[in-house]
């Protein structure tokens, strides 16, 4: 079964709101979480990675104040995309370690269309 | 700068046969490689992995290859079947880099029933 979910799965919102998307470890806890972005046809890029109780660290190229992340717990980071743009159309996707464990396990993915 | 790199982005294969899906690494530094499996407007779901200390891992019908000199891996699947049809990408990692995966482009495998 799914080790972590994502929510929502996809939401469409007009150009200039903010938007809120959950990454949930559901049996285990993490205090990593990478967030990455897929555009069509491409691979998926590594953004930033979430650390619960410290800053996240951003990839080059994205900016930390539109794409804010917070580590609530070790079970839940949030992506925020603030002040979206129809270029910020994307398909999102976290990820998490197991504690110990070498794999990474993602997120179902949301997919986001800013009109 | 592409530091994982699957150069070939689509493969067909029938039914049964064998596929092989390639993967290319230039840093040297990676020493963990992995396998997913991605269907459109999906997370990836991982297939496979191996450490840089193997140059062999199978798990069923999948079996990873890992040439270090090369800094070459592969992925095969046999028999392959047409559920198997998907976006494959190669991952690397590496200890110091608190587990990040450096993605490939991904090859679309088609299998032909």
């Known amino acids: 079964g799914a080790v972590v979910s994502q929510h929502p799965s996809w939401v469409i919102c007009k150009s200039g709101t903010s938007v809120k998307i959950e990454c949930r470890s559901l049996d285990f806890q993490a205090t990593t979480m990478f967030w990455y972005r897929q555009f069509p046809k491409q691979s998926l890029m590594l953004m930033a990675t979430s650390n619960e109780g410290s800053k996240a660290t951003y990839e080059q190229g994205v900016e930390k104040d539109k794409f804010l992340i917070n580590h609530a717990s070790l079970t839940l980071s949030t992506l925020t995309v603030t002040s979206a743009h129809p270029e910020d159309s994307s398909f999102y996707i976290c990820?998490?370690?197991?504690?110990?464990?070498?794999?990474?396990?993602f997120g179902p993915g949301t997919r986001l269309l800013v009109l | 700068d592409q530091q994982v790199k699957q150069n070939s982005p689509s493969l067909s294969v029938q039914e049964g046969r064998i596929s092989i899906l390639n993967c290319d690494y230039t840093n040297s530094m990676f020493d963990y490689f992995l396998w997913y499996k991605k269907y459109p407007a999906e997370g990836p779901t991982f297939l496979i992995s191996?450490?840089?200390?193997?140059d062999k891992n199978e798990d069923g019908r999948f079996t990873v290859f890992l040439n270090k000199s090369a800094k070459h891996l592969s992925l095969h699947i046999v028999p392959s079947q047409p559920g198997d049809s998907a976006v494959y990408f190669c991952?690397?990692?590496?200890?110091?880099?608190?587990?990040?995966?450096?993605f490939g482009s991904g090859t679309q495998l088609t299998v032909l029933p």
């Open positions: 990820s998490a370690p197991r504690p110990g464990g070498e794999t990474q396990y």
């Open positions: 191996i450490s840089s200390i193997k």
């Open positions: 991952a690397a990692s590496y200890s110091g880099s608190a587990r990040q995966l450096t």
